[in-house]
């Protein structure tokens, strides 16, 4: 069965913004595609009456921008819906005062707290003047530290999926206030349940009607894993069960696109063999919101295909060339920088880690193996070969800088540490004169070139965080060259860091691609002190 509602999302949260006209293209092109619904995956980045701190500095949404998209997407046959948080996922906004009293621990409300209930009001009475749709997404996902808190000290230890229901049934009420059809992510019923996935009758019989359970999942191949998740949300008799797969844009600064269809092969088969009605395909922007939701286009679209049926690649990649001008493998290069062996088709992301890979430092040097750089001087060919006047030149041009700035600094560790620990002193000179003046510019040219897909897609707010990433790499890297040069002048007698032994992030992954997703501890092993 084809899904009636077929949705894509962006995630509009993690300080990336899309611009209100970026998200009217974006919804013309999806429509083009087949979908027939828009998610936005907005956390505290869109305007609350009556809550002036909320987003305050995120570069929200204002009520006239949510009116002017929604007006938009109604006008070309996409229903816009909000995609929202109601419990977790809102660690943003005890950076202000005025909401220290809400919170039960790090991003989780307080549940109980008749003043959380007054804000989830709010941010559904403000949605209800915004948005032409009644449905609306109020999240509740991966509320890992649920009562653990402020809720803890104020109500001492009670069973966390009972108190997880009871703020479901609150805010249930708030939403039939307005009219919504509510649907939420699913995972925290089985998280909170036992490891059978076996629910307690007693808490089935709480959960309120009409309250559509999403169950996500986003990188397994094999179907067999999709059948039996969605079997079990058939225990919620009194709940419609959703899906929502991923085009993977969510670590780092390049896509894993092989991933997402292969998962979506496996996950379209199934949603359809199971009559699941409301399928939502993904992009989520972890840790910064680093790459570019049109350079998943083609996962997008081959998703789209799958959920009407169609798992024939040759004739999903004649298709896209014939709608957008760029040959299927074309636009796949894309994720080139992620892809660092043939046989990997996993959701690895060296495209962030190794861009921030200190030189000296070397976290993940033991990632870098021998055909690495020749596969990234490769893959900066390929995609220099794309930037030739087309709609998508900036997405091919910021990924060939940064392919060739990757051939470069690759292995740039590894080549300090051994002839430091060697005692070549020339090559160390070798390398500080022929390597770090021109790793130099390509930095600058990265930057630059970021700056361009950053500022072509998204709000201003936010960029600040990736500057102050880039500036830091461009410091680092100058003092870098100014300790060896000092070294291999005297003036001091070693290089700290090229003394220590290294080891492993993980061990058994030597020479291997990792995922890791995180810049501070990326850069540092001192990252605490930020």
């Known amino acids: 069965m084809t899904p009636k509602t077929l949705a894509a999302m962006i995630d509009c949260s993690r300080n990336g913004v899309m611009k209100p006209e970026k998200v009217k293209e974006f919804a013309l092109i999806i429509k083009n595609m087949g979908y027939n619904a828009l998610m936005l995956y907005t956390e505290d980045t869109y305007e609350v009456e009556n809550e002036p701190y909320f987003g305050h500095m995120r570069g929200r949404y204002t009520i006239a921008e949510m009116r002017e998209m929604d007006a938009y997407c109604c006008s070309i046959g996409i229903e816009l819906i909000p995609c929202i948080q109601v419990l977790a996922h809102l660690g943003h906004i005890p950076r202000w005062e005025e909401y220290w009293a809400h ?21 559904l009475s403000t949605i209800s003047k915004c948005f032409t749709t009644k449905r609306i997404h109020i999240g509740m996902d991966e509320a890992f530290y649920l009562g653990t808190g402020r809720y803890l000290q104020q109500n001492g230890y009670r069973d966390r999926l009972q108190i997880f229901v009871e703020h479901l049934n609150r805010v249930k009420q708030l939403t039939d206030r307005y009219g919504f059809q509510p649907m939420m992510w699913s995972d925290m019923f089985f998280r909170l349940a036992s490891e059978d996935k076996k629910m307690p009758p007693e808490i089935l019989r709480q959960v309120p009607e009409g309250v559509e359970l999403v169950y996500w999942d986003y990188s397994p191949k094999e179907q067999k894993h999709y059948d039996e998740n969605i079997a079990a949300h058939k225990q919620f008799q009194n709940n419609k069960t959703a899906y929502a797969g991923a085009v993977w844009t969510c670590t780092g600064y390049a896509p894993n696109l092989r991933l997402s269809l292969d998962a979506a092969d496996a996950a379209m088969r199934s949603v359809r063999e199971n009559g699941i009605e409301t399928v939502l395909v993904t992009m989520w922007g972890d840790d910064g919101k680093d790459c570019s939701y ?32 760029y040959g299927f493998e074309e636009f796949m290069n894309l994720e080139l920088a992620n892809i660092t062996a043939e046989e990997e088709s996993h959701r690895h992301n060296p495209s962030k880690y190794l861009l921030f890979n200190d030189p000296l430092l070397g976290l993940f040097d033991y990632t870098v193996h021998s055909e690495l750089k020749s596969r990234y001087a490769a893959a900066a060919k390929v995609l220099k070969a794309s930037v030739n006047g087309r709609q998508y030149d900036y997405l091919f041009d910021f990924q060939e800088k940064l392919v060739t700035l990757l051939t470069r600094k690759c292995d740039l560790g590894l080549r300090l540490r051994k002839a430091y620990q060697a005692g070549q002193k020339h090559i160390l000179r070798q390398i500080l004169q022929e390597e770090f003046p021109p790793m130099a510019q390509e930095v600058r040219a990265v930057y630059e070139a970021y700056r361009t897909v950053w500022y072509t897609e998204n709000k201003s707010i936010g960029f600040e965080l990736q500057e102050m990433r880039f500036g830091a790499l461009m410091l680092r890297n100058e003092n870098c060259a100014r300790l060896l040069q000092n070294y291999l002048d005297g003036v001091i007698p070693k290089v700290e860091e090229l003394e220590e032994q290294q080891l492993p992030g993980h061990y058994g992954m030597e020479g291997k691609a990792e995922t890791f997703n995180s810049y501070l501890q990326t850069i540092s092993a001192n990252a605490d002190a930020f």
Do not use: H
């Not at 049109?294 to 169609?310: H, I, R, T």
């Not at 798992?311 to 298709?319: G, L, M, P, T, V």
């Open 294 to 325: 049109f350079a998943g286009l083609s996962g997008l679209f081959a998703a789209a295909q799958m959920a009407k049926g169609n798992f024939d690649r040759q004739d999903i990649a004649e298709k896209f060339q014939k709608m957008f001008g």
């Open 103 to 123: 919170m039960d621990c790090q991003d989780v409300l307080l549940v109980g707290d008749e003043r959380n209930y007054r804000l989830i009001d709010n941010m």
